[in-house]
């Protein structure tokens, strides 16, 4: 049936099928239809001291304001992650801005972080039924200098950690100049040392330890990765989510979009994102677990994320293409 709904969206605008999918999901929650889908057998796992229904949960970016989390939930995922979310509401980048490369099950992105701010993300929040497993990602705005980006990521973790389950700091996506660059050296240190350290400061105010996930990218050298590792080891960090977008495009030469600007995702991303788990695994040596994001899009290529390493799944571009179908069969692992 998903293969019918899907080739009726494909033919609409991506973000404008984007928007009318959710707002039918949205729909179909509230009609209480979601609840006759039959219930996801259970194989729960503990990580980061939370323990997960199953290991299939959903990545970043679908879901940016918190608007559908309840529809979401009630689709079976083991934990939802929200956001990006800055500090203060943005447009993100002009459109056209999102592009699908059917061909390849691929999506090349240059959202910018269009989100609708903190404040809004915590009233929807408020609102919000779900009781299960919710990762917060935060970003900085777009107009933040760079020296600046920790007080951001401070604003959002302040506002935000008393609905949070773990909070994702987002150093990795490709749309915003310069955010990358937070990966590496003194700016990776200090961002990490103040988050920490708001870390400490919470669980000592409210009894509540919320785990901090750093997000990363498919793109650093060895090098970078084995400095950013040793970093995250040092500042007791709690998760990685391993990867986000890449800036590549092995794999979609053939593709009309392929120079469009942006991060790739989806299955062309799946080797490249699956060989930084099985490098991160060596250098972390399981002192910190590994989240896997990048071209899962079946049973296949979540195993072979879960064998190079990672202890939990997330999918967007396998969602897209695959539709809600996926989280059953990545329950199952
Ligand atoms: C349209 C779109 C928007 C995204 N927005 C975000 C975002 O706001 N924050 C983030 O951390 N990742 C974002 N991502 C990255 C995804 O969370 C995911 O890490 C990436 O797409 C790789 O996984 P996939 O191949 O399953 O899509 C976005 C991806 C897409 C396709």
Known sequence: MYSLLRKALFTLDPERSHYIAMQGLQLAYQLRLLNRLPAIPPRPRTVMGLTFPHAAG????LDKNADYVDALAALGFAFIEIGTVT???????????L????????????????????????RKLEQTAYRGILGINIGKN?????????????????????????????ISSPNTAGLRDLQQGDMLKALLGALKQEQQQIEKAHQKYVPLVVKISPDLSADAL??????????????????NTTLERQGVEQSAHAKETGGLSGKPLQS???????????????????????GI?????????????????????????????????????
Not at 58 to 61: C, D, N, Q, V
Not at 226 to 243: C, F, K, P, S, Y
């Open 58 to 61: 959903l990545a970043a970016g």
């Open 87 to 97: 500090p203060q509401p943005q447009a993100g980048n002009p459109r056209p801005r």
């Open 99 to 122: 592009f699908r490369l059917p061909e390849q099950e691929a999506i090349i992105n240059r959202m910018g972080f269009n989100n609708k701010g903190v404040e809004y993300v915590a």
């Open 142 to 170: 777009k107009d933040t200098p760079l020296e600046n980006a920790a007080d951001d990521y401070l604003f959002g973790f302040r506002h935000l950690w008393k609905f949070a389950s773990y909070m994702t700091i987002n």
């Open 226 to 243: 084995q400095a950013l590792a040793q970093v995250l080891i040092e500042q007791r960090i709690d998760g990685v989510i391993a990867t």
């Open 272 to 294: 490249r994102s699956t060989e930084t788990i099985r490098a991160l695994h060596s250098m972390l040596q399981n002192r910190i677990p590994i989240i896997a994001s990048g």
């Open 297 to 333: 899009m079946d049973t296949a290529s979540a195993s072979e994320k879960l064998k190079a390493g990672a202890s939990l799944l997330q999918v967007y571009t396998g969602f897209i293409y695959k539709g809600p179908a996926i989280i059953r069969q990545l329950a199952t692992l």
